[in-house]
């Protein structure tokens, strides 16, 4: 499968042979004045802390954005990615600790316990900027080692343009994906675990949806997946930083649980659906296709008959889309959903809009695009995801 790393490393290899990578005095070769900016392909070379990773610092990287290089007066401080390196107690795990951790931060070993009930949400998390949410964006982003390239491993059928979504009527005659190399991108074990999520729920609201334990076992499974993955490895470091998720990895996890599969009801007082139900399968209600915002289960549904696209009303970069379908005889007007992106990053992303613009719009720049999520919470001072989409 193609990934945004393995990209990465084949432009440094072409600057190479090209001879532009050289660090060399100028603007673009040049650390003067781009201290922890973020990526930018058409830079020769690159200054933030990603550059000793991949190799591409430019050759003034120390002299400019090295200033903090000690750990002195700096132990436990939050994720900087202007940073060369860094001193709190995950460093050691990106391997980009200050040389001086060990001595100046007197690293000690703690022993976090497991929580029997659910964390409660922080009182007064701290504020998240837009710049901030772009950084962590592009480095969720850039870290999405699962994802699938269009191009390579999937092709699109676009089609019909849709102008007027309320009109229901079929402009495409084939399926929207007219390739994919399943073997490759569903082989990762994240895909695994999500895919085996999709049949566990009713399509129509109204109707009571118990959990039985095979399924109970299946969402574990899931979440400890993508808990292994440095996408979320890195949302968690974000989040409890600001303090508005548990510290410990088991309470962060728990938290996920709650909003993503946490059960309430749309219809009738019944417990008939979750977040992860509405945005990542969808659901049927008062004649219509609610929710339904993954490309993986898009594709799997249309591979199999159950929807029929018909068309598209746009196709931004980087990677997302909006499509007319019907679910049956059921249409789905509008339906926005990133396009190769793992189930990892889709609920990270999610997340962590969810929990820093409850309500509200999400609007940070992610692989060098403006972008906008928007999400709404359900009950209780946002326990619960309501729906999520790009």
Known sequence: MASRRGATVLLLILATLSGCYRGTSGAAGSCAGRCGENYNSGNSCH?????????????????????????????????????????????????????????????????????????????????????????????????????????????????????????????????????????????????????????????????????????????????????????????????????????????????????WFGRYSREGGRLDTSGFEHVFVGEIKNGQVSGMHSWVRFYLAEKSGQFDYAGYIFKRQPGTIGVQFRWGSVWKNLGAFFLGTSPEFDMALYTLCFLTRTDDTCQFTMAGREMRVITYSWLDRGRYLATAYP
């Open 47 to 259: 200054c933030n802390d990603l550059c000793d990773r991949y190799s591409n610092c430019c050759s003034d990287y120390n002299a400019f954005c090295n200033s903090q290089a000690s750990c002195a007066s700096r132990c436990g401080e939050n994720y900087n990615s202007g940073h060369a390196c860094h001193c709190n107690d995950l460093c050691g795990r990106y391997d980009n600790c200050c040389s001086d951790y060990n001595s100046v931060c007197q690293v000690t070993t703690t022993t976090t316990t497991r929580p029997t009930t659910l964390p409660p949400v922080p009182s007064s998390p701290l504020p998240v900027t837009d710049a901030e949410l772009s950084r962590i964006a592009d480095d969720m982003w850039y870290s999405d080692f699962n994802s699938a390239t269009e191009g390579v491993d999937f092709n699109l059928n676009l089609q019909g343009f849709i102008t007027s979504t309320g009109q229901n009527t079929d402009y495409s005659s084939s399926r929207l994906f007219s390739y994919m190399n399943e073997n490759s991108v569903f082989s990762a074990d994240t895909f695994t675990a999500f895919t085996a999520l999709l049949d566990n729920y009713i399509a129509r609201t109204g109707n009571t949806e118990s959990v039985t334990s095979a399924e109970a076992a299946e969402n574990e499974a899931f979440l400890t997946e993508i808990m292994k993955t440095q996408v979320m490895a890195r949302l968690h470091d974000f989040l409890r930083w600001k303090g508005i998720v548990p510290y410990d990895e088991a309470g962060f996890k728990a938290r996920l649980e709650e909003i």
